[in-house]
């Protein structure tokens, strides 16, 4: 039903940017009913960045001020500005939907912090 593509991965430097995109197709409930995961070996996926009701978003402690989600309801697509990034930052990134208690992910985009 749900179909999510990550893109915007890649190798960048500490204090460099990326931006990630998802895009999606098929019936989402809305852009405000997605966000961003992370995961690295060895440890839990965890929620980097989502919206809230009325459009306010939220984020993870760890990337305040440095990350910004944002969408776009006309191209099903979310974003996901990364700034200043960290060697911590390393991770696959997992664009995530929930609809009616059911979760769809996308299959990841690597992003590699490293000198």
């Known amino acids: 039903q749900v179909q999510l593509v990550e893109s915007g991965g890649g190798l960048v430097q500490p204090g460099g940017s990326l931006r990630l995109s998802c895009a999606a197709s098929?019936?989402?409930?809305?852009?405000?009913?997605m966000g961003w995961y992370r995961q690295v070996p060895g440890k839990q996926r965890e929620l980097v960045a989502t919206?809230?009701?009325?459009?306010?978003?939220k984020y993870v402690d760890s990337v305040k001020g440095r990350f910004t989600i944002s969408g776009d309801n006309a191209k099903k697509a979310v974003y996901l500005q990364m700034n200043s990034l960290k060697h911590e930052d390393t991770a696959v990134y997992y664009c995530?939907?929930?609809?009616?208690?059911?979760?769809?992910w996308g299959k990841g985009t690597l992003v590699t912090v490293s000198e």
């Open positions: 098929g019936s989402i409930f809305s852009i405000n009913a």
């Open positions: 995530h939907h929930k609809a009616y208690g059911v979760d769809y």
């Open positions: 919206f809230t009701i009325g459009g306010s978003t």
